[in-house]
T-cell receptor
Framework: SQTIHQWPATLVQPVGSPLSLECTVE??????LYWYRQAAGRGLQLLFY??????ISSEVPQNLSASRPQDRQFILSSKKLLLSDSGFYLC?????????????FGNGTRLTVT | TQLLEQSPQFLSIQEGENLTVYCNSS?????LQWYRQEPGEGPVLLVT?????EVKKLKRLTFQFGDARKDSSLHITAAQPGDTGLYLC???????????FGKGTKLSVIP
């Protein structure tokens, strides 16, 4: 069966510090990978998605970047965090097919920038 | 930009009551999905609807996709405390990998 791991679960970082959140998927190959941000228990904003190694699409101009160094690894980074980067970050994967594949989410990282 | 509006934003009801939440857009979607999210966890898929007018049932939950594929509803019969959570609708445009999410309806079912 497929699993998705996301860490850390919680993170408190000072303004101006760097960030690295990691997400890995097991049990599937060639997945589409996604990073979402959720504000205060509300809807999800798509930040980045990837259809393959090294292929990253950005949806929102911001202080963050993403990389996919391996097929099942997706990393969210920042060189200098802002207060507005606080939020709940969710990684997700889906099978790479046309149609209506569901998104499978990790359990998220609660980031607080102080 | 495709937007999904969900209503109500918050709903607090007694155990055993019925409820309906709505998901509306001015855009047409090729499919629409409903997810439920519990605090501190990621959303989990409940259902996917793809055909205009389609109705799907999942135990006490009934999902409907509008005829024009611009809106959807979720009806819960005899709500239970275990139904408590954030309900999110998400639409996918034709040929797109991307899902557009609504802001969700936060449901609390009081025992």
């Amino acid at each position: 069966s497929q699993t998705i791991h996301q860490w850390p679960a919680t993170l408190v970082q000072p303004v101006g510090s760097p960030l690295s959140l990691e997400c890995t998927v097991e049990g599937t190959s060639n997945p589409n990978l996604y990073w979402y941000r959720q504000a205060a228990g509300r809807g999800l904003q798509l930040l980045f998605y990837s259809v393959g190694i090294g292929q990253i699409s950005s949806e929102v101009p911001q202080n963050l970047s993403a990389s996919r160094p391996q097929d099942r690894q997706f990393i969210l980074s920042s060189k200098k965090l802002l207060l507005s980067d606080s939020g709940f970050y969710l990684c997700a994967w889906s099978v790479r097919e046309t149609g209506n594949p569901p998104l499978h989410f990790g359990n998220g990282t609660r980031l607080t920038v102080t | 930009t495709q937007l999904l509006e969900q209503s109500p934003q918050f709903l607090s009801i007694q155990e055993g009551e019925n409820l309906t939440v709505y998901c509306n857009s001015s855009s047409v979607f090729s499919s629409l999905q409903w997810y439920r999210q519990e605090p501190g966890e990621g959303p989990v898929l409940l259902v996917t609807v793809v055909t205009g007018g389609e109705v799907k049932k999942l135990k006490r939950l009934t999902f409907q996709f509008g005829d024009a594929r611009k809106d959807s509803s979720l009806h819960i019969t005899a709500a239970q405390p275990g139904d408590t959570g954030l309900y999110l609708c998400a639409g996918r445009g034709a040929g797109s990998y991307q899902l557009t999410f609504g802001k969700g309806t936060k449901l609390s079912v009081i025992p």
